[in-house]
């Protein structure tokens, strides 16, 4: 046999060979690949969403906000706040499953509080915050509060006031604090519970219509409010509603939300963005790797509004720098990497004089005290906010 026909059948096995074992290779990923998948379709893991970002689309796409009726308004001085003597109940559904269903009671101004206004000759502390001040999710924090230092307040003859509202941000604080110091309520102190958040959060109105309440900004270039075509908070019939048809009516809100957010991109998904959709392991993959990038996110620059810094200027006149003080809550995100977005960092950079309470030091929150499918606080996520913030009080401001 020629040197050159024994070469070719040698190079041919060879090739032969290797082809089979990548084939036995390829076979093996793919019998591994749906071993997995299949176990983790059994044991329901498909179903676990960690919701570490607050950022993702899909994470919120998955929640529906309900509200009883009747809840918010907008005083004269534009401050939004709850109904005074109010019965809300707040219900999250993600697909067909409540998250949590929980309800509370506002006092005489719409405060979310057990103690009513009714000595205007006393000198109060206001708390003024987004959801997290305001206790979204669970029965609200502060009514815990109030009861650990009642004594304590009563002794200097102060009081203490909630303005916390889901939602809002700086420029809706600034008009919480404008609106009760018109109200003849003496302001003695000033704690504002922020987020990193709040910190990008125009001014805005809840404006109630058939459906639910939409969210209403401020277009200063149109010189006009624009709304939200979809309402953030969905109406509940009545505080009585049966969870059934509240999911029921979660589902089919879910799908017009889904239509209108890619209503410009309903073209069927190729196989591959099906594969992705409903792959465990491709997802987990996907988590690990936005996980591993969220520290990179985090310090991604963002620059904040004018708005912000004028709200901030705004207080500090009404009040003095010297009876202001800003504690500092980690966002669900935040405290799965141990460190805050670095947008807020330039904000308290301009701080000066100003005490500043770091949250993520003092406050001892981990994963565990967040809501598995939403990025607010569980109950001991709560009970720490509490006793953190009731620490820092009774030691700078009592």
Not at 120 to 130: L, R, S, T
Not at 271 to 293: C, D, P, Q
Request: charged share 20%.
């Amino acid at each position: 046999m020629k040197p050159s026909n024994l070469l070719a059948k040698l190079t041919s096995a060879k090739l032969k060979h290797g082809f089979a074992n990548l084939v036995v290779v390829v076979v093996a990923i793919v019998l591994g690949f749906l071993i997995v998948e299949t176990a983790g379709h059994v044991l329901g893991l498909g179903t676990s969403r960690i919701g570490t970002s607050s950022g993702d689309a899909q994470f919120f796409q998955d929640r529906t906000l309900f509200i009883t009726g009747n809840s918010f308004i907008t005083d004269e001085k534009g401050a939004v706040k709850f109904m005074p003597n109010q019965q809300v109940r707040y219900v999250t559904v993600w697909g067909k499953e409540i998250n949590f269903d929980k309800q509370f009671s506002t006092n005489n101004l719409g405060f979310v509080q057990k103690q009513n206004v009714e000595d205007y000759q006393k000198k109060y502390i206001a708390f003024v915050g987004d959801s997290f001040t305001e206790g979204h999710g669970e029965i609200p924090w502060f009514y815990n509060f109030e009861t650990n230092l009642s004594q304590r307040v009563a002794s200097q003859e102060k009081g203490l006031l909630n303005l916390g509202v889901s939602g809002t941000g700086f420029p809706n604080f600034q008009r919480a604090v404008f609106s009760i110091g018109k109200a003849n309520i003496k302001i003695d102190k000033v704690a504002i519970i922020f987020i990193s958040d709040n910190l990008l959060r125009p001014y805005f109105t809840y404006q109630k219509t058939g459906l639910g309440y939409l969210i209403c900004y401020d277009d200063a270039k149109l010189n006009r409010n624009i709304c939200l075509d979809m309402p953030t908070w969905w109406l509940m019939n009545d505080i009585q509603e049966q969870p059934a048809t509240i999911t029921e009516k979660a589902q089919a809100i879910q799908t017009i939300n889904r239509f209108y957010i890619f209503k410009d991109d309903q073209e069927p998904l190729t196989f591959l963005e099906w594969l992705m959709s409903k792959s465990i392991v491709i997802r987990a993959v996907s988590r690990w790797n936005s996980s591993r990038n969220m520290t990179m996110g985090l310090a991604k620059p963002i620059p904040i509004p004018d708005a912000t810094y004028q709200a901030m200027d705004n207080m500090v006149q009404q009040i003095g720098k010297e009876n202001i003080l800003l504690i500092h809550i980690p966002q669900k995100e935040e405290t799965a990497v141990g460190k805050y977005y670095d947008y807020s960092k330039e904000f308290t950079k301009t701080l000066e004089g100003i005490a500043y309470f770091d949250g993520l030091k003092l406050c001892g929150l981990k994963m565990s005290d967040y809501h598995k499918l939403d990025p607010h606080p569980n109950k001991d996520g709560y009970q720490k906010i509490e006793a953190c913030i009731r620490g820092i009080v009774e030691k700078h401001l009592l």
